[in-house]
């Protein structure tokens, strides 16, 4: 097992824990794995969104 540095405090520990012991910092590998996650969260309200628009255009009766 390699060790890694924590960006946050310096200090060194294992590479196999997502977070550093000392100041709960996550590791490079684990805040990109957080990141796709909301990356794909935000995608999906998004088309949510969209979808949710254009129904109510269609639905919402209109002044004629």
């Known amino acids: 097992m390699n060790e890694i540095q924590c ?4 200090h060194r ?3 196999s824990q997502i ?3 000392h100041c709960r910092t996550p590791t490079p590998a684990e805040q990109e794995r957080l990141a796709a996650g909301a990356k ?7 088309v949510g969104l ?3 628009a254009t129904l109510m255009i269609l639905i ?3 002044d004629s």
């Open 19 to 21: 977070r550093c012991p």
């Open 40 to 46: 794909k969260r935000f995608l999906y309200a998004f």
């Open 60 to 62: 919402l009766p209109r």
């Open 7 to 10: 960006r946050h405090c310096g």
């Open 50 to 52: 969209i979808v949710f």
């Open 13 to 15: 520990f294992d590479d």
